[in-house]
């Protein structure tokens, strides 16, 4: 293993040891408000540099919430610096994911009347902003979708959108985007290592299994959808067989998809895990997943990219009890959202 290897398995690990914990979550759930929220961080966990110059007195959720995306992105960034085998490739999937998933959030506020502008501005680090193909503030500016569509002139995501109008099929729009962040993620990983190339197929070829799960459930549940327009929907990726997805795209409802699921390698996952919607298990087999690889790998890459994962999900676990703590939600109704 050469030095970067070694440094950025290291370093992967010492951060995931800084992780929050139970206490931690235990004191953040029992905060009155925002404010107690961003003290708390800034006192008693890693996030103490996240906020720069910012007072915890007046702090509003969105920008809040801003701050801690803008710190974790930052860290992504930094980590993958180190990892030389596909750090640049993980580093420039972590720039188009940021982009895609605010192109998401922002084309769903589109379809909408209501926005809340400071929560759209996000700022990258300068090093990952060299890999973004667009400005996502003057993304956020767009009033409408003629300015949006403006916003992405001459990048890859202009032909996906520029054929659609209000109201958007976000849904579909998101399939589509995310079909092109996994090819370009996929073709990375053939150029790892064996081991690597190994651990990291099966990580994001098992998240991409329920993904895949979790979309047939909610279209045949929901939308009535026949097979033909749920296979549309799917990505063109993961473990499960022709045999599996045609089983669950064929099947009556949505027990039918789930007794089939249960079936498959991926789907045995389901009995190990406590959950309590069906939405959850997307994130809850991430978090499996990706916490067996920080204790048990020794692949730079897959410590990365399990490491980013489970930032992701505390990411997601603060910004829950940050808007629990906002709109005065029962801490037990959040705490049940919470992965850790």
Do not use: W
């Amino acid at each position: 293993m050469s030095e970067t290897s070694y440094a950025v398995l290291t370093r992967a690990k010492a951060k995931f040891g800084k992780r929050l914990r139970d206490k931690d979550y235990k004191a953040l759930l029992d905060c009155e408000n925002v404010a107690e929220v961003m003290a708390y961080l800034k006192s008693n966990t890693h996030y103490i540099n996240a906020f720069g110059e910012a007072n915890e007195r007046g702090i509003r959720r969105g920008l809040f919430e801003n701050l801690l995306k803008q710190y974790m992105t930052n860290e992504f960034d930094i980590l993958s610096r180190y990892e030389l085998s596909v750090g640049e490739a993980f580093s420039t999937y972590i720039a188009h994911k940021t982009e895609i998933d605010e192109i998401v959030r922002i084309l769903t506020t589109l379809n909408s009347t209501e926005r809340d502008k400071e929560q759209f501005h996000f700022t990258v680090p300068a090093h990952m902003a060299k890999k973004t193909t667009i400005d996502l503030n003057k993304l956020a500016d767009a009033q409408d979708f003629d300015q949006f569509l403006a916003a992405v002139k001459r990048t890859k995501y202009e032909e996906i959108l520029k054929g659609y109008s209000l109201p958007l099929p976000v849904s579909e729009i998101e399939n589509k985007l995310y079909i092109g962040l996994y090819k370009d993620l996929y073709k990375a990983i053939g150029k790892a290592g064996l081991t690597e190339a190994k651990e990291l197929k099966d990580l994001f070829d098992t998240i991409i299994d329920y993904k895949n799960f979790i979309s047939i459930i909610r279209l045949k549940k929901y939308y009535n959808s026949d097979p033909k327009m749920i296979r549309k929907h799917l990505l063109p990726f993961g473990s499960l067989s022709e045999k599996a997805l045609v089983e669950m795209c064929t099947a009556d409802d949505a027990d039918g998809v789930f007794t089939a699921m249960c079936k498959t390698r991926t789907g045995k996952l389901i009995e190990k895990i406590d959950y309590n919607d069906i939405g959850e298990l997307i994130n809850r087999v991430e978090f499996r997943k990706a916490k067996h690889n920080m204790y048990l790998s020794d692949s730079p890459s897959t410590v990365m990219m399990s490491y980013i994962i489970l930032c992701e999900i505390e990411l997601h676990n603060l910004i829950c009890i940050i808007e629990g703590a906002r709109y005065n939600v029962d801490k037990n109704k959040i705490e049940k959202l919470l992965i850790y």
